[in-house]
């Protein structure tokens, strides 16, 4: 069974940073294309970043682009969000998501495998 576990959220002040996990377990992620996905309060799911199976090609949401960084470590089995700068308006639950497609894509609906998503809250 896939499974996706996120970690790393947490309460940070305006401008601080975080680095976000997303592990994997019952499957190998060198295989899938992950995304990352947040939605807020009151808000529609959005995409953030996404990064295919090779690691070769990232894409990001023009909301973060410069401050959020997608990598990942097929060793570990686990895909990465360094977010730095952050926002009062960065603020959600962030979710991981697994595709089995090479390419890249911010549309919910073209993930298959979801983790449980982790709280995100930027404020002083």
């Known amino acids: 069974q896939l499974q996706l576990v996120e970690s790393g959220g947490g309460l940070v002040q305006p401008g601080g940073s975080l680095r976000l996990s997303c592990a994997a377990s019952?499957?190998?992620?060198?295989?899938?294309?992950i995304g990352w996905f947040r939605q807020a309060p009151g808000k529609e799911r959005e995409g953030v970043s996404c990064?295919?199976?090779?690691?070769?090609?990232?894409n990001y949401a023009d909301s973060v682009k410069g401050r959020f960084t997608i990598s990942r470590d097929n060793a570990k089995n686990t895909v990465y969000l360094q977010m730095n700068s952050l926002k009062p308006e960065d603020t959600g639950v962030y979710y991981c998501?697994?595709?089995?497609?090479?390419?890249?894509?911010?549309?919910?609906?073209?993930?298959?495998?979801w983790g449980q998503g982790t709280q995100v809250t930027v404020s002083s």
């Open positions: 990064i295919n199976s090779s690691g070769g090609s990232t």
């Open positions: 019952g499957f190998t992620l060198d295989s899938y294309t």
């Open positions: 998501a697994a595709r089995w497609i090479y390419y890249c894509s911010n549309y919910g609906p073209d993930f298959g495998s």
